[in-house]
């Protein structure tokens, strides 16, 4: 029987950190890192993830504001992109994904300057993580990176299993664990005898965006399975078939009439040495690196 | 049995759709396309891989020359590529490697505007080929990928195992090759277990810079080879013990006192259904790459 890995404590003590850090920021410079993010439509998913990133960043003093659209044209875009650049008060910035459709999002990520590209999703920024130089790294997998550090987990040497290969997530994961040394595949969609490959893994990131898809079956005995999944499941009868031996979840459900739920079937917890919770996994995490990224954007710029 | 895969008629069929399409480029903008390369200090092997660069262009009708410096200073180096970066009759150019150790290598990269960056090497152009969007690719891996099309293997779902995780070869080759749906394994020397890895492999890609390093028990029967490594073997007994089997390299090095070798071992060609021989394998496709990328480039300039 493994454990759950949850994020909460490894949270609360780079808050905590990171507070610290800003009083000093402050006195040192004579005001806080600043983070606006752009948010436009009433994607549910969006308001909500990007209320947790202001509300991060104003619980450790820094500065954020949300500049929200009901719509905006892509000609309007590029030109709040430019301003922000331009404003001196603002250290970071990124637009919420995802936009309108007929908005070309290649062309604003591009127009955004790469010192203040946050999410870093800029092909400037990735083209350093993969040259293996300094910048501004994806949230997401940067911040896996990290968690898995402060756990003290040995990764030179070990097998690493990717399932996904998003720009986001799946792509600069295999960067970073390269650089830690470690052997790493990138599976998806398209490949064969999938659990066999993944139940190679000493580490196992799951990035498919499919509920509950990573099964016993996939999971070495002992493996550390990072699951990076959020999915809300809505339909009763597979809450009820599917998490039937988690009555915690169930109830969950119940009440509010969905439940959030991984990549990663919560039965795999007892195969693995480690599991991340979802919530309380990485999702947490992602916000926490966004902060860290802006502090690091305001660093650069104040130096 | 195997066969071995040279280069050889795919470049000669490049070749010569390559000449007819300068034709008609010089046709409909009234010049060629031109490619610069600024070459540094006595490395013989610099020299040699410039001049087959310089040959191959002329050869079907492009202009090409050779900046050639004895040594120079990096803000001299600086200026130099700021001057082409603005040259209108310049549409690509290369700083060829290495530079002098008191050079930031990394710090001339990003100088060069990445339209004009027809190794690939720029944060930009990887970036690009990182989220997937077309940009200037490093020659040697965008290289072998077109080989391996032109060849008609079918790609899709097959293991690829790449040892090696360069930022000119392997880390590209990754991404690369994840766009044509394989499933990639990144493997370095800190990869436990190597040939047993290997071993999965349909498709074996090696650039470890390790002369013979590749023998038959770490490829699949019927796997194909992809051999990237160059390496001068100048000592007669590992020449004479190693390549036993093979008189004709032992006459060649008989006669100039070193014979070239890739990673892979050539005996393992008894046990693939294909290995790219070295030389005439991947050396002539990297050379053939930068020029395809410099037309690229032009195209994009002109058009």
Known sequence: MGEWLSSTAYIEK????????????????????????VLVGNNKASISYVKRKEK????????????????????????????????????????????????????????????KDVD?????NLGKLFRGEDALFPCTPFGIVNFLKFNK????????????RSNLVGKPLSILLLKENMTVTITHSKTRNLSQKCSNADFLFVAAGRPLMVTPEYV???????????NALTDSNIVK????????????????????????????????????????????????TLIENTIKAFEKRAG
């Open 153 to 164: 987990f040995e990764l030179a040497g070990k097998n690493a299993v990717i399932i996904g």
């Open 220 to 230: 070495k005995q002992g493996a550390v399975v990072i699951d990076v999944g959020v």
């Open 56 to 115: 991060f960043a104003k619980e450790i003093g820094m500065k954020a504001e949300t500049l929200r659209f009901d719509n905006i044209n892509e000609k309007d875009l590029l030109s709040l992109v430019k301003k922000l650049n331009n404003d001196d008060g603002v250290d970071g910035f990124i637009i919420q994904l995802p936009l309108p459709e007929d908005i070309d999002v290649n062309k604003i990520i591009e127009s955004i300057s790469p010192a």
């Open 120 to 124: 870093g999703f800029h092909p400037y």
């Open 241 to 288: 078939n599917e998490l039937k031996t988690l009555p915690e979840k169930i109830k969950l459900f119940d009440k509010k009439g969905y439940v959030l739920v991984g990549d990663v079937h919560p039965e795999v917890v007892k195969k693995a040495s480690y599991l991340t919770p979802v919530p309380k996994g990485i999702g947490p995490i992602t916000v926490l």
């Open 14 to 37: 780079r808050k905590e950190e990171l507070k610290d850090k800003i009083d000093s920021l402050k006195k040192k410079y004579g005001r806080s890192p600043s983070l606006s993010v």
